[in-house]
């Protein structure tokens, strides 16, 4: 399942990255499906890193 979550991850954050380079390139505006797109991955990986570093620290002071 971890293995899918981050192969869709992975490919997400590919296709919103390049079609970002892209637009910006062409000085072409983005679509609002990429802004939200992009959002969402900005804000999983927010969450993901904030999940992760809470459970790092509990490890650590063994909680």
Sequence with gaps: MVEFAALTYGLLASVILSAAKRNHKLRQPHPPLLLYMGYLL????????????????????GG
Excluded: D, E, K, N
């Design 42 to 61: 900005c804000g999983l990986s927010a969450g993901a890193a904030i999940a992760l570093g809470y459970m790092v620290v509990r490890t650590i002071f």
